[in-house]
């Protein structure tokens, strides 16, 4: 099979963002990512190992609650036989609560990435992210920034 096809990288791409959605367990999001070489690139922090995106993802997971992630578009800029590189915009939705407020923020936007992918066994796909960026957020007008 090979993993690089459009069809199957868009399923890869939307799988990511749905364990992120339901806050699949941290096992279960390593498995999308690339053990070696990994570099993930977010507004507050850079990340370049499992230990550093398992923080990460804790403190994701104890800040943002109903998180939704709508895939807008995954353009495939370039490939090689064992490679991508994608870009992606991802519409992102989420709240979050900041005690002693009494009401919790809601934010809206579309982020802007890019992604470099590589062929792997670790999960179904047959595919890993081994460098994502993310460049921009577009945010929806009335609603928090970050």
């Given at each position: ?19 992120l959605d339901i806050h699949a367990a941290v096992g279960e999001c390593q498995t999308y990512l690339a053990s ?106 009335g609603f928090s920034q970050l």
């Open positions: 099979m090979n993993a690089l096809t459009a069809p199957n990288i868009e399923k890869f791409v939307a799988a990511w963002f749905y364990a070696t070489g990994l570099e993930m690139t977010f507004p507050e922090k850079t990340l370049h190992s499992y230990a550093d995106f398992n923080e990460w993802l804790s403190v994701i997971y104890q800040t943002f609650f109903d998180e939704n992630h709508n895939i807008q578009s995954v353009v495939i800029q370039s490939t090689t036989n064992t490679t991508a590189n994608l870009e992606v915009v991802v519409g992102w939705q989420a709240s979050w609560f900041t005690p002693p407020s009494a009401k919790s923020k809601r934010t809206s936007m579309d982020a802007y990435q890019r992604w470099v992918i590589e062929t792997s066994d670790q999960n179904p796909y047959g595919l890993v992210i081994i460098k994502y960026y993310v460049d921009r957020f577009a945010y929806a007008p």
